[in-house]
């Protein structure tokens, strides 16, 4: 199964109403897979 990606990342913080640098969506992207 493939890893999240910083473009999901970035889709689950647009429906959380959350506004992440790019240094965050990283950071959460790494996070969320493992």
């Given at each position: 199964?493939?890893?999240?990606?910083?473009?999901?990342?970035?889709?689950?913080?647009?429906?959380?109403?959350?506004?992440?640098?790019?240094?965050?969506?990283?950071?959460?992207?790494?996070?969320?897979d493992?």
């Open positions: 199964m493939p890893g999240i990606t910083r473009e999901e990342v970035a889709h689950l913080a647009r429906l959380a109403r959350l506004e992440l640098s790019g240094e965050e969506l990283e950071h959460f992207a790494g996070q969320l493992d």
